[in-house]
Nanobody, 118 residues
């Protein structure tokens, strides 16, 4: 059974930085894509950034130039470096992993809270 374990959330002041990590365990296969999404109460979950196993990345317009997604394929781990954080970045951040083999399936992490406040 694949598990995604997230870490790195917390409370930070506006303008500060945080680094989120998400490690996928329980599979001998590499996820095709891994990424980060975020959600606030009463709102839909939204894409933050994604990265394919070949290194192609995609970012939400709201985080371009401030957030950087990276992957360590050997460890099946994805990172999200968040700089110049704003109060509107406050949300629960979820890690997502899309597997193609052995069967197409999407896994989600349990979520980690990021709060940007003075």
């Amino acid at each position: 059974q694949v598990q995604l374990v997230e870490s790195g959330g917390g409370l930070v002041q506006p303008g500060g930085s945080l680094r989120l990590s998400c490690a996928a365990s329980g599979s001998i296969f590499r996820p095709n894509a891994m990424g980060w999404y975020r959600q606030n109460p009463g709102k839909e979950r939204e894409l933050v950034a994604t990265s394919t196993s070949s290194g192609t990345t995609n970012y939400a317009d709201s985080v371009k130039g401030r957030f950087t997604i990276s992957r360590d394929n050997a460890k099946n781990t994805v990172y999200l470096q968040m700089n110049s954080l704003k109060p509107e970045d406050t949300a629960v951040y979820y890690c997502k992993a899309d597997f193609v083999v052995p069967l197409p399936y999407t896994y989600w992490g349990q979520g980690t809270q990021v709060t940007v406040s003075s």
